[in-house]
Antibody, heavy 118, light 113 residues
Framework: QVQLQQSGPGLVKPSQTLSLTCAIS??????????WNWIRQSPSRGLEWLGR?????????DYAVSVQSRIIINGDKAKNQFTMQLNSVTPEDSAVYYCARGFSLDFWGQGTVVTVSS | DIVMTQSPESLAVSLGERATINCKSSQSILYGSNNQDSLAWFQQKPGQPPKLLIHWASSRKPGVPDRFIGSGSGTDFTLTISSLQAEDVAVYYCQQYNSIPLTFGGGTKVEIK
């Protein structure tokens, strides 16, 4: 059974960087038919896809236009996990952040409530 | 971006009755390689992540009760709960995965009448 375990801080100061990790069990981050996503959810924006990483002989990433200048998503084969860094956060980045597998998002992490506040 | 529009925003249905949720995509989400629509349905309960119920518009994920039925094609899709149970109270979302960015509908809240 695939499980995704998220970790990272729940409180980030404005202008700082939000870093979250999603550890994978039951699958491989480097499987060449998989994709690994970050999604957030807030009352104002609903469910918003932020980006994904996937391995096809080399690492690739795609990002939402709304965050593409501030986000990096990386895969780590050695630790079988993937990470998200969102730079220069503002209170509008406060949300529940999820990691999820695949294109139809068949498995999700438990969610991390992130508050951006000084 | 493909816009996903769900209706209604909420509905109240008696136990054992049918609930119907609609989802419309702003353009075709037909995946050419398998000729199937790249449409998923999720159920979300408070404090939990969304849970995949159906993908490829009508294929139930293993373990999902058969009262959850996905249908439709082209740009118009439907999730039907054939006989509403108490544990089905939740918010339901559709999502397209035919193109980046992945996009979601606004959600439909299902309650017991």
């Amino acid at each position: 059974q695939v499980q995704l375990q998220q970790s990272g801080p729940g409180l980030v100061k404005p202008s700082q960087t939000l870093s979250l990790t999603c550890a994978i069990s039951g699958d491989s981050v480097s499987r060449n038919t998989a994709a690994w996503n970050w999604i957030r959810q807030s009352p104002s924006r609903g469910l918003e896809w932020l980006g994904r990483t996937y391995y096809r002989s080399e690492w690739n990433s795609d990002y939402a236009v709304s965050v593409q200048s501030r986000i990096i998503i990386n895969g780590d084969k050695a630790k079988n996990q993937f990470t998200m860094q969102l730079n220069s956060v503002t209170p509008e980045d406060s949300a529940v952040y999820y990691c999820a597998r695949g294109f139809s998002l068949d498995f999700w992490g438990q969610g991390t409530v992130v508050t951006v506040s000084s | 971006d493909i816009v996903m529009t769900q209706s209604p925003e909420s509905l109240a249905v008696s136990l054992g009755e049918r609930a119907t949720i609609n989802c419309k995509s702003s353009q075709s989400i037909l995946y050419g390689s398998n000729n199937q629509d790249s449409l998923a349905w999720f159920q979300q309960k408070p404090g939990q992540p969304p849970k995949l119920l159906i993908h490829w518009a009508s294929s139930r994920k293993p373990g999902v009760p058969d009262r959850f039925i996905g249908s439709g094609s082209g740009t118009d899709f439907t999730l039907t709960i054939s006989s509403l149970q108490a544990e089905d109270v939740a918010v339901y979302y559709c999502q397209q995965y035919n193109s980046i960015p992945l996009t979601f509908g606004g959600g439909t809240k299902v309650e017991i009448k």
